[in-house]
C-alpha cells in the first residue's frame, strides 16, 4: 500500500469541558451534578483532525503531517479558547459515568486563531496528495506562513474545511482558484470545500429545514445564486453542504453538472443528532476527516465514498459523545470508535437533483423521479410491504402514522416544527392548529399521532372533544375547565376539538366562542375568569377538504352572502388565532389532474389494515394477495366514507385464516356497494384496462405483429392459401369482434407482464434509461405467460382442441407451454418481444421499477 501524504493546516482551537468530578476524586459521593466541577482543555479544529487521521493511517496507509501534542502544549496555541463546554453524564444514574453529552455550549467570539503549518519543513513533503485546511470564523494572526504553505505545496487535491464568513478573506481569496500542479498551473478542479447548511442560512441563502428533502434541494438550487458575496464559493468545482447528519448536497459549480443529493430516507434534518445524544461538537471535524479518506480511496471512490464515509464518522461520534479517558480519567472524543474500520453507510440514498427543471419551475418528487409510476410503487407496498419498496425514497413516521407523500410529509413536518418550537420555552397561551381533509380521510387519528411524535418524552394529556354534541355553552365551558386541570397537574393538554365548524345557532357558529381562549389563553365559567396555561388544540374539520376552502369566503366579493355569514361566525378572526394548519389528503384522490401520490396513500393504510385484519396472508414480508384483487382495492377512484369504507370492504372479505386473498373472498357487488362503486370496483378486478385509445392502437400493433409472424410459418403454397382464407387472419378492420377483443385483452396483459420483470410503461420521462429489449430469460418467462394468458381466455370461451377452425372455436394449440413447438412459442416470444418498440412509438417507454438515483 502506498504512503499518501496529507498535509493539515490552519486553524488551532482548544475547547474546555467542564464536567463533574468523577467519584474517584469525590470521597463524599454525591450525586453528580452536586459535585465538584472539573475543567479539562480538548483540541479541536487541525488538533482534532490530526488525531482522527493519525488513528485511521494504520488502515488507510496516510501519512499524516499534521500538529502534534508538543506543539499543542506550547503556550500561544493552548491560550485560545474555541468554547467552553458543560457536560453531563448520559446516564445520570451511574455512580461513574462513562458517557458525557454537551448540555450547553459557549463559544468565545472575537479572539483571532493563530495558524498551524506542519511541524517538517516544506521541501521535506514531496508530492502530497492532499492538503486540508481548516478555515476559522476569527480570522488569522500570522496568516503569511499559510500563504506560504499553500503556494510551495503542490497537492493533488486541496480540501478546504470553511467557517464563516463564508467566502472571504485573504486565504480564501488565494486558494479559491484550486491547488497548484507540479508545473505551477492552478487546478480549480480539484479544490472540494465543505460547509453546513446552518452557515449557508446565516449568509442569507433561504435553505428549509426539516421539510422535506425535495423541499431543500429546490431551495438550495432557487436560492444559491441570491447572494452575490458568496459567487467564489458557489462557482467552486466541488461544494459539499452538510445538513447535519442527515443529508449531503454536492454542488459541482464549474461544470454545471446537476447537484447531487445524498440523504437519509428515514430521516429530516436534525433528526438523527436529536434521537441520540443532542448537540455535539465537532460533527463537521469528523466528516471532513473521513472525506479526506474517502477523495484519496486507491480504488477510486473519489468524494461520494469520502461523502458515505463522512456520514458514517459524523454519525458514530453523534451516537457515541465523549468517553472517559484511561490517560486523565476526563472526557475526550472516543477517536479509536469515530473511525476504526470505517465503511461507507450504505443506508444513505443519492439522487441527481433536476436543477434545470427545477429552475423552471417544476416541482419535483423523489419518488416519481426514482422510482416511477405511483400505481405500480403502490402494489409493491402491499406485497412486499414499505420497507422494502420505499427504502431508498424519503418517508416519514409519525407514531403509527408512516407517509411517503411529499405535500403530506412537509405539512406534517410543518406542524412538528410548530409544536418543537412551542414546547422550547414557557408558553401562557395555546398553540392552535387546523386540520382539514375530506370525510373518512384519517384527520383525527393523523393529528393524534403527529402531536404524540412531537410531545414524546413530555407528560401529556390526551383530551378529545366532539363540538357538534355540545348543546350549550357550559359543555364547552367544561371542557376547558378540564385542560385547566390537566395543566395544573403538570402535563401539557393536548386537545383535539373534533367538528369545531358545526353549527351553533348559526354556521360555524361555535367559532366565536374559541376566540378568547385563542387569544389570551383564558376562559370564564360562572362568572369567573380562569387561565388556561400551556397547551395544544388541534380544530378539526368535518365539512371542509382544505384549509383553502374553509377560508375562501374571505376572497368574495362584497355583499356575497357566504362571505357575509362567515364574517359573522367570526371566521376571519378565527384564522387570525391558527399558528398553523395541515390538510390531510387520506386514501382518496384529492384532484385527478394533480393528485398522483393517491395510490401510494392508499396502499400504505391498506398493508396496514391487512396486517391487522388476516395476518395469515403474510409468508415472511410478502402478502399473498390476488393481483386483480389488488387492482380493485388500489385503483377505484374513491371510497364512500374514505378509511372507513376501504376498512370495512376488508372486514366483509372472508379472509380470515386464509393463505390467500383471492377474488372469491370479495364480497358481493350488491353489498361493496354499501362502501364503493361497486360496479366499477369489479370491473377493475375483472377487467383492468388500458384507456381505450391506447388499448385499440397497441391491440392493431400486437396484431399485425402476430400476422406477419404467421405468414413467416407459412412454407407451402396450400399454407399460404389456407392463411389467406383464414378469417382469423384477415384485416383488422374485418376482424370478428371477438378475436379483436381478444387482441385488446393481450394489450391490456401489458402491464400485469411487465410487473412480473420488475418494469412498468409510463410517458416518456426525459432523463431516464429506457428497457429497449427485454433479456432472454425475461422474454421466455413473459411468452409463456402470454400462452397461459390465450389458453384461459379461450377455456373461459369454451374452445376445444382440435385443428383450427375459429367459426368452430377449436384450436390445436390449447395445450400445456411445454408441449408446444418451438415455431409456435416463437410466435409468443415475437408478440412479446415487440412490446418495447410498440410502446415507444406510441411515446411511452419501459423502465425498471425503482431505478433512477445519481
Known amino acids: 500500500m502506498s504512503r499518501r501524504k496529507i498535509v493539515i493546516a490552519g486553524a488551532v482551537t482548544n475547547d474546555w469541558l467542564t464536567f463533574p468530578q468523577p467519584n474517584g476524586y469525590d470521597l463524599d459521593s454525591e450525586p453528580w451534578r452536586d459535585r465538584d466541577t472539573r475543567i479539562v482543555v480538548r483540541r479541536g479544529g487541525v488538533g482534532l483532525i490530526t488525531a482522527l487521521l493519525n488513528c485511521s493511517s494504520p488502515y488507510h496507509g496516510h501519512e499524516i503531517f499534521g500538529v502534534d501534542a508538543e506543539q499543542l502544549a506550547n503556550h500561544q496555541f493552548a491560550e485560545f479558547v474555541h468554547s467552553i463546554l458543560d457536560m453531563a453524564p448520559v446516564d445520570d444514574e451511574s455512580e461513574e459515568p462513562s458517557i458525557f453529552k454537551v448540555e450547553r455550549l459557549r463559544r468565545i467570539r472575537n479572539q483571532t486563531s493563530y495558524w498551524h503549518w506542519p511541524p517538517v519543513q516544506l521541501r521535506n513533503i514531496e508530492d502530497p496528495a492532499l492538503l486540508l485546511i481548516v478555515d476559522s470564523s476569527n480570522g488569522f494572526k500570522d496568516i503569511d506562513a499559510g500563504l506560504d504553505l499553500f503556494r510551495n505545496v503542490r497537492p493533488r487535491y486541496l480540501l478546504y474545511k470553511m467557517a464563516r464568513p463564508l467566502g472571504a478573506g485573504v486565504l480564501w481569496d488565494e486558494v479559491r482558484r484550486g491547488p497548484f500542479d507540479e508545473d505551477g498551473v492552478r487546478d480549480p478542479t480539484r479544490l472540494v470545500v465543505v460547509v453546513n447548511a446552518d452557515d449557508l442560512r446565516a449568509e442569507g441563502i433561504e435553505l428549509s429545514r426539516h421539510l422535506s428533502w425535495e423541499r431543500a ?119 479509536q470508535d469515530i473511525v476504526n474500520n470505517l465503511e461507507p453507510d450504505t443506508r444513505l440514498a443519492s439522487v441527481r437533483i433536476p436543477s434545470a427543471d427545477i429552475t423552471a419551475g417544476s416541482s419535483w418528487s423523489i419518488l416519481e423521479d426514482t422510482m416511477g409510476d405511483p400505481a405500480e410503487i403502490a402494489r409493491h407496498i402491499v406485497q412486499i410491504g414499505p420497507s422494502a419498496a420505499l427504502g431508498r425514497v424519503p418517508t416519514a413516521h409519525f407514531g403509527r402514522l408512516m407517509t411517503a ?147 375562501a369566503p374571505i376572497g368574495y366579493q362584497e355583499g356575497d352572502a357566504e362571505r357575509a355569514a362567515f364574517y359573522a361566525a367570526k371566521g376571519p378572526d378565527f384564522i387570525s388565532c391558527l399558528r398553523g394548519y395541515v390538510d390531510i389528503l387520506g386514501p382518496d384522490c384529492a384532484d385527478t389532474r394533480t393528485d398522483r401520490m393517491y395510490p401510494i396513500r392508499r396502499a400504505l393504510l391498506l398493508r396496514a389494515l391487512i396486517e391487522r385484519r388476516a395476518p395469515s396472508l403474510k ?16 385503483m377505484v377512484p374513491n371510497y364512500r366514507h374514505g378509511a372507513r369504507s376501504l376498512e370495512q370492504v376488508l372486514a366483509m372479505s372472508t379472509i380470515s385464516g386464509k393463505k390467500e386473498f383471492e377474488r372469491a373472498a370479495l364480497p358481493s357487488e350488491a353489498q361493496l356497494n354499501l362502501h364503493v362503486d361497486g360496479k366499477a370496483f369489479m370491473d377493475l378486478v375483472r377487467y383492468p384496462r388500458l384507456p381505450a385509445a391506447l388499448r385499440e392502437t397497441i391491440a392493431k400493433s400486437l396484431y399485425s405483429v402476430y400476422r406477419s409472424q404467421r405468414r413467416k410459418l407459412a412454407q407451402t403454397e396450400q399454407e ?43 410517458r416518456e420521462v426525459k432523463g431516464r434509461a429506457s428497457v429497449t429489449a427485454f433479456t432472454i430469460s425475461e422474454l421466455e418467462l413473459l411468452a409463456e405467460r402470454e400462452h397461459e394468458r390465450w389458453n384461459m381466455e379461450r377455456l373461459q370461451k369454451h374452445w376445444r382442441v382440435g385443428p383450427r377452425e375459429s367459426e368452430g372455436r377449436a384450436e390445436p394449440f390449447l395445450t400445456p407451454w411445454r408441449d408446444l413447438e418451438e415455431q409456435w412459442k416463437d410466435i409468443d416470444r415475437a408478440t412479446v418481444g415487440c412490446v418495447p418498440r410498440v410502446l415507444s412509438r406510441l411515446n411511452y417507454q419501459i423502465y425498471k421499477l425503482g431505478t433512477g438515483g445519481a
Open 217 to 335: 434541494a429546490e431551495d438550495f438550487v432557487r436560492q444559491i445564486g441570491s447572494n452575490g458575496r458568496l459567487d467564489s464559493l458557489i462557482t467552486c468545482a466541488n461544494l459539499i453542504v452538510r445538513f447535519g447528519c442527515d443529508g449531503v448536497i454536492h454542488h459541482r459549480g464549474r461544470d454545471g453538472t446537476p447537484p447531487i443529493l445524498y440523504f437519509d430516507p428515514m430521516r429530516a434534518e436534525g433528526e438523527f443528532i436529536q434521537s441520540n445524544l443532542g448537540y455535539m461538537i465537532g460533527l463537521t471535524t469528523a466528516f471532513t476527516s473521513a472525506l479526506a479518506i474517502g477523495i484519496l480511496d486507491e480504488k477510486g471512490g473519489g468524494i461520494e465514498l469520502g461523502i458515505r464515509l463522512g456520514f458514517a464518522a459524523a454519525r458514530r461520534l453523534a451516537q457515541i459523545g465523549f468517553r472517559i479517558s484511561l490517560v486523565d480519567g476526563a472526557p475526550d472524543y472516543p477517536l
Open 405 to 551: 407523500d411529499r405535500q403530506e410529509i412537509e405539512s406534517f413536518r410543518s406542524i412538528i416544527n410548530l409544536l418543537n418550537e412551542y414546547l422550547a420555552g414557557p408558553q401562557t397561551h395555546p398553540l392552535c392548529i387546523g386540520v382539514f381533509g375530506p370525510h373518512g380521510s384519517g384527520k383525527a387519528f393523523a393529528a393524534v399521532q403527529v402531536a404524540k411524535s412531537a410531545a414524546e418524552g413530555r407528560p401529556v394529556g390526551r383530551l378529545e372533544y366532539n363540538v357538534s354534541q355540545f348543546a350549550t355553552l357550559d359543555d364547552l365551558a367544561a371542557a376547558f375547565q378540564q385542560i385547566r386541570d390537566h395543566t395544573l397537574a403538570g402535563s401539557l393538554p393536548l386537545v383535539f376539538f373534533d367538528t369545531f365548524d358545526a353549527a351553533f345557532g348559526i354556521n360555524l357558529g361555535w367559532l366565536r366562542h374559541f376566540l378568547v381562549p385563542m387569544q389570551s389563553g383564558r376562559f370564564s365559567q360562572r362568572g369567573q375568569t380562569h387561565s388556561l396555561g400551556p397547551a395544544v388544540f388541534f380544530f378539526i374539520s368535518s365539512s371542509f377538504p382544505t384549509f383553502t376552502r374553509f377560508a
Open 619 to 634: 409468508v415472511g414480508e410478502r402478502l399473498t394477495i390476488d393481483d386483480a384483487v389488488l387492482n380493485g382495492l388500489l
Open 720 to 762: 399460404r392459401e389456407a392463411l389467406h382464407a383464414d378469417p382469423a387472419m384477415g384485416e383488422w378492420d374485418d376482424l370478428a369482434e371477438e378475436l379483436r377483443e381478444s387482441t385488446r385483452n393481450q394489450a391490456d396483459d401489458i402491464p400485469h407482464k411487465l410487473r412480473m420483470v420488475n418494469c412498468y410503461m409510463s
